[in-house]
T-cell receptor
Framework: GNSVTQMEGPVTLSEEAFLTINCTYT??????LFWYVQYPGEGLQLLLK?????DKGSNKGFEATYRKETTSFHLEKGSVQVSDSAVYFC?????????FGSGTRLSIRP | DAGVTQSPTHLIKTRGQQVTLRCSPK?????VSWYQQALGQGPQFIFQ???????QRGNFPDRFSGHQFPNYSSELNVNALLLGDSALYLC?????????????FGPGTRLTVT
């Protein structure tokens, strides 16, 4: 069945460091891909999305490119801030429901 | 534009009891999905409602049931609560006519079963 595998955390970086969180997926067809973020004590917020191969989603300095050949959707940011500390979930659409990865906790040191 | 709202925020129940959680979708949305997020894990799909009917269901027992009302709001009911039902329950809304199946999530209801 369809599934998402993402980099296990926690990930701890210093402010202004480069961030990569790896995500790969298994799916039939051509799902849409998403990154959701969950700040402490809050619900899920859509961070970015891509709906077809080679699309690049971007928001708040974060980017991810839909790579069909490697079935990947890695999240990147050039310079992280303390306010980026949260749990990040990679996800895909499957028959109108969302399938999530297990999440990666990111902590940024000042 | 109101987003997805859920009530209550927190709830404490005893094993064997029944609970009802409520969700109002984002304005203009017609589809409501429910997810269970156990501590430290990603959300797991419970079921989805559209046009007041259950459209699809995840791998959850019949103790989990739901309802959608004509105004698109929804309820999640859980009977015979188990300790393992303790989790954050998330409601998400969407439009059935969308290519990306993008869903907008509410803040969740934290259920604790003792």
């Amino acid at each position: 069945g369809n599934s998402v595998t993402q980099m296990e955390g926690p990930v701890t970086l210093s402010e202004e460091a480069f961030l990569t969180i790896n995500c790969t997926y298994t799916a039939t067809g051509y799902p849409s891909l998403f990154w959701y973020v969950q700040y402490p004590g809050e619900g899920l917020q859509l961070l970015l999305k891509a709906t077809k191969a080679d699309d690049k989603g971007s928001n708040k300095g974060f980017e991810a490119t839909y790579r069909k050949e490697t079935t990947s959707f890695h999240l990147e940011k050039g310079s992280v801030q303390v306010s980026d500390s949260a749990v990040y979930f990679c996800a895909l659409s499957s028959a109108s429901k969302i399938i999530f990865g297990s999440g990666t906790r990111l902590s940024i040191r000042p | 534009d109101a987003g997805v709202t859920q009530s209550p925020t927190h709830l404490i129940k005893t094993r064997g009891q029944q609970v009802t959680l409520r969700c109002s979708p984002k304005s203009g949305h017609d589809t409501v999905s429910w997810y269970q997020q156990a501590l430290g894990q990603g959300p797991q799909f419970i079921f989805q409602y559209y046009e007041e009917e259950e459209r699809q269901r995840g791998n959850f027992p019949d103790r989990f049931s739901g309802h959608q009302f004509p105004n698109y709001s929804s309820e999640l009911n859980v009977n015979a609560l188990l300790l393992g039902d303790s989790a954050l329950y998330l409601c998400a809304s969407s439009l059935v006519q969308t290519d990306s199946y993008e869903q907008y999530f509410g803040p969740g209801t934290r259920l604790t079963v003792t």
